[in-house]
């Protein structure tokens, strides 16, 4: 028996088109209704039959559902599930794909109080967005992370948890807190540095950009794909799990200090030490089928 029998889509960008185009191939008997804020978008949602059914207004999107899943920004929660609460059905669910759950939740609380809300957030994306960057296998052997609130009806969080392992994920369930402080270092910290490193190369004086674009070894040309990511999802991201960010900031300027130590007074036994226990690391992400172990990452050239 399936979780759900309708959903809605309120935000048709990667992820939004990715859960239409998962559900539609995964739960064909699902009926999938979408909206976006912006015409647009709306207008190629329709163009490429993304959903069943593409509403004008997030009010008429979720009339009949069952699941609402957010797929905006993180600081645009509240105000996105404002413009649906007068016309959410009483036992509808529901959740979003943020990769910030302490904040997301209180948005949502504050703008739906008393309704079932069962944040989740699918371990998944590409640097590109839009309503064409979709794709049905984004999630696919990745992580979903449910995060309930305390108190959570266990039910409801059954029904989000199958939702997300109809459509290919391994799922696991976290305390909110827990999930952002995690998060801050296995994907928001990363996304800081790549956007800073990126940043940095830019701003040489004494390198020319077409040089830097030239040259471009594996290590920058990886933090480049990072850095492309979609500059309003990723500042809304840094603002809103702003304390965890911080924490993970503080803890990798340290180690930096560190590092610059150990390569001014010529350290080569605490640079070994890292990069042997860095490359372990690396090795249990291919282990655990996180990553491609193929020579340059699988690219095909």
């Not at 979780?3 to 559900?23: E, K, Q």
């Not at 976290?174 to 270092?185: F, G, I, S, T, W």
């Not at 991201?237 to 001014?264: C, G, P, T, Y």
Request: with cysteine; charged share 25%; aromatic share 6%.
């Amino acid at each position: 028996m399936l979780p759900f029998s309708r959903v809605t889509i309120i935000g048709l960008g990667l992820i939004g088109s990715s859960l239409a185009r998962s559900i539609r191939q995964y739960m064909p008997t699902v009926r999938v209704t979408g909206h976006d804020a912006d015409p647009q978008v709306r207008e190629i949602g329709r163009a490429i039959d993304l959903c069943d059914d593409i509403a004008d207004t997030a009010g008429a999107a979720v009339t009949d559902a069952d699941l609402v899943v957010l797929c905006v920004p993180v600081r645009a929660m509240g105000v996105a599930a404002a413009d649906f609460a007068d016309d959410l059905p009483a036992d509808a669910i529901v959740s979003d794909v943020g990769s910030c759950k302490v904040d997301v939740l209180a948005q949502l609380s504050a703008a739906l109080p008393g309704r079932a809300i069962i944040p989740a957030h699918p371990v998944a994306g590409t640097e590109n967005s839009g309503p064409e960057a979709g794709f049905a296998t984004l999630f696919q052997g990745r992580w979903c992370i449910v995060t309930p609130p305390a108190g959570a009806d266990p039910a409801a969080v059954e029904r989000v948890a199958e939702f997300w392992r109809r459509v290919g994920a391994d799922v696991e369930t976290m305390e909110p807190a827990h999930h952002d402080l995690v998060l801050a270092v296995t994907s928001h910290l990363p996304h800081l540095i790549a956007y800073t490193i990126v940043g940095t190369a830019s701003d040489l004086e004494d390198v020319t950009q077409s040089e830097v674009i030239k040259y471009s070894a594996g290590g920058f040309r990886d933090f480049t794909r990072i850095a492309a990511s979609d500059p309003t999802m990723w500042r809304d991201v840094f603002l809103a799990n702003k304390d965890a960010v911080l924490e993970m900031l503080q803890r990798f300027s340290e180690d930096l200090s560190a590092l610059q130590r150990a390569i001014r007074w010529d350290d080569g036994d605490a640079l070994f030490n890292l990069f042997t226990r860095t490359r372990a690391i690396r090795r249990s992400i291919i282990e655990q089928g996180q990553d491609d172990p193929k020579p340059d990452f699988g690219r095909k050239h």
